[in-house]
């Protein structure tokens, strides 16, 4: 028999679209998950990464600065400007420790992440 | 008269021996019957000094005292007989020879064994522990038939035991699992230092060596490595660090750390309060203290107890002094410093084998630890020196490289340091390193040095210097110098400024659109942010996400993700009312209070929700924003003057209160600080600040671009005996030149330490308006002045703003990752990452 894969990601809603800032951040909570969530305007794109900055383990991504590097979006930990990319986590200082990231989506001003457990 | 009680020691180490000694000290044996259980043969004898056993002494030299020491002194001593069970219901121990005591305290005094890593072959012939006399023993009659020797461990013990090799004449090898000798006293380039000399000896060094396999036919031929390689030997020697013997404590319920070691608090009790553990095994806050010394504390700490006192022990200093091998080696305070804030100094003698480093606060004014190899004279100096927290000398340098010279002396700057200057402390990179590198592979940028050098990748503190260092070295090859702000704008911060003010653009993006390329980042963004309010005044939240965390949520984050909240308390004077109003705010809010250095309160732990309400009672109670968070004028300072002081000229209080209220909130590409002082004693300290004043009999000196911080400098004297209105004149012309010219992030001192002409120049343009500029200055000056507004009360009005003071926006609790501890009496928040 075969079976046919169907794209089933399953998305939460977290927050209004007025809830972020432009080109800025705002934390969401989803069970005990902190997710930090990102209004890219400048490229009018989205971004979800987990909020905890992996260097000194705090609870901050969100509040951090956003813009690009070589054109790749990326974010920066205010505690100690370490730059992880909003594509793909990986940190771009060359370091080991990388961030999550999450499929986001922004429809009718709702924002939803998916690949939630 | 018969002593009821008994007290059982069990051990006879070092520190177990110390223990009897403080407790005869204390007349403790006047309450209890010492009795002592020692598993070794002997008495105690010194450990630290066992190599000396191959080096002609006896073990009866090494004896810290004799067997009849213990008699004289009234203690049962019981050798060759070490304790195998503890009954904890019927407080009775019993030995292996089958003896029963009963305790009314006990002291597990069990110190540690060698570890022997589970090395398939570590049981053959060959192989010994370095540890006991009886190892020694055995050591050297297996010497006698041995012409190599190997040791595994390079720490500490295993370069004492490759000392007893090699005098016992054996071609002496080390083997180090870790990439370099002594991992936990000395830093790489130390420990590299430390690994010449060895070899220099005709010690072979091998480091990052894991130890596969050893192999021969009943008895050790060869080892074999992970990495492939071998080494043929006739012995081993295994020193490969300690194992606190904790089984005891263990089988009879007591708790222990998850790596070993029995788990005492400040008393050093055990999980059971008539058991005590001290020494090596003994695991005090997570930690086992591998040296004598706190080893000893504890014996103390242990004995003051037993007679009624209430000393308690608290985490020991782990400096040592020590000569390896004929080589001298010392590590005081924290000799890495990778936890926290430091700068520190390199001195580097490849020639004579010396290798000198200090680590000083970011502050400068610090020493907080070091590491000396081959050169150790210093360490009781230094050591003193970061015991007491003495404040550094303007040059800390002279602290390892001694004075040198003063005609050379630049004095300043990065440039004037030496090229074994350490700059990057988080990688470890070298003023020569970041030279060369700008040098030879033709870098042009701060990003280059940072790829090529990893210098300003760790914690970025340093990369101001990299920008110096860049600057100096290009300038000296003749090739252009690029100060661009960063890879989006191709303007130096003297140019974007330029652009803004001729454009009339005042928002971020619209500079970014016009003038930039791609989405900006974390350097041009509170750059190009500090400009804008610096030249139009707009409240810095109406563009807040181009702000710095400390300038978005208008206040100083702190570890944990909370926030300080300094309100302004201008020229240091508050009245008895507005002190209570912080005291009741505080409570409320359950904030731990500190004083600042610049005379303010700052109050610690707020979570980001909480700052519109603390604000809100605040601004009630009659404060406003004091910028503690914003590169900006932070606070002026000031003695209490001429109104009470009886040594006082002028009124220093009054000045300084109408000197903040005017550069209040005022933006500039740094924090700036003042001072005022009411006569030539300068209790204000206005020549460590960016500007200062100072009384004179005829008026007031002002002085500029003086600083604390990392390099401390001495402000220069613009003018004297000048009145009021002149001295705010020139310090308006003077802070609108430092914004209109300096580069981000760099103090005051630092750009007067790059304008070419120095004080010369900054005087002509300041005081005889050298360039004509003057008036525009002062008026760009009074419109900052004219529209100044509290940024915290603009939030507080504004429902908009305060809504972004939140950590979810899908829900209105807290972060509940926020934790604190006590602290005498108050909070702090938990470690990194705990």
Known sequence: MQVTSIETTKWVLVAKEEDVPANGGSCVMYKNEQIAIFNFKKRDEWYATQNMCPHKKQMILSRGMIGDKECEPKVACPYHKKNFSLKTGENLNGEEYSIKTYPIKVEAGNVYIGGLE | MKKLNNLVIVGNGMVGYKMCEKLIEKKVQDEYNIIVFGGEARPAYDRVHLSEYFSGKSAEDLLMAPANWYKENGITLYLNDPVVKIDREKKTIISSKGQSISYSKLVLATGSSCFIPSIPGIEKDGVIAYRTIEDLDDIKSYAAKSKKGVVIGGGLLGLEAAKALMDLGLETHVVEFAPRLMPRQLDEKGAIMLKEKIESLNISIHLNKNTKSIDGEGKVTKMVFADGSELETDMIVVSAGIKPRDELARESGLEVGPRGGIVVNDLLQTTDPDIYSIGESALYKGMIYGLVAPGYEMADVVANSLAGGSKTFAPYDMSTKLKLIGVDVASFGDPFC???????????????????????????????????????????????????????????????????????????????????????SCENVTKGDICSAVTYNNLEDVAGIKKCTKAGTGCGGCVPMLNDLLTATLKASGKEVNKVLCEHFGYSRQEVLAIIKSTGIKTYDELLAKYGSGDGCEVCKPAVASMLASTWNEMILSQDTIQDTNDRFLANIQKGGTYSVVPRIPGGEITPEKLIAIGVIAKKYDLYCKITGGQRIDLFGARVDELPLIWEELIEAGFESGHAYGKSLRTVKSCVGSTWCRFGLHDSVTFAIEIEERYKGLRAPHKLKSAVSGCVRECAEAQGKDFGIIATDKGWNLYVCGNGGAKPQHAKLLASDIDKETCIKYIDRFLMFYIRTAEPLNRTSTWLNKLEGGIEYLKDVIVNDSLGIGEQLEMEMQYMVDTYKCEWKDVVEDPSKRKRFTHFVNSTIADPTIKFQAMRDQKKPVEWGA
Not at chain 2, 361 to 378: F, I, P, Q, R, W
Not at chain 2, 387 to 409: M, Q, V
């Open chain 2, 338 to 424: 990778s936890e926290q804030e430091h700068q520190h100094i390199v001195y580097e003698d490849k020639t004579k084998g010396i290798y000198k480093r200090v680590n000083i606060s970011s502050c400068g004014n610090y020493l907080l630890g070091g590491v000396l190899v081959g050169d150790a004279k210093d360490y009781n100096m230094l050591l003193q020196t970061y015991k007491n927290a003495i404040i550094l000398p303007p040059t800390p340098e002279d602290l390892i490289l001694g004075p040198r010279g003063g005609a050379e002396s630049v004095g300043s700057g990065v440039l004037s340091l030496p090229d074994a200057a350490l700059i990057c």
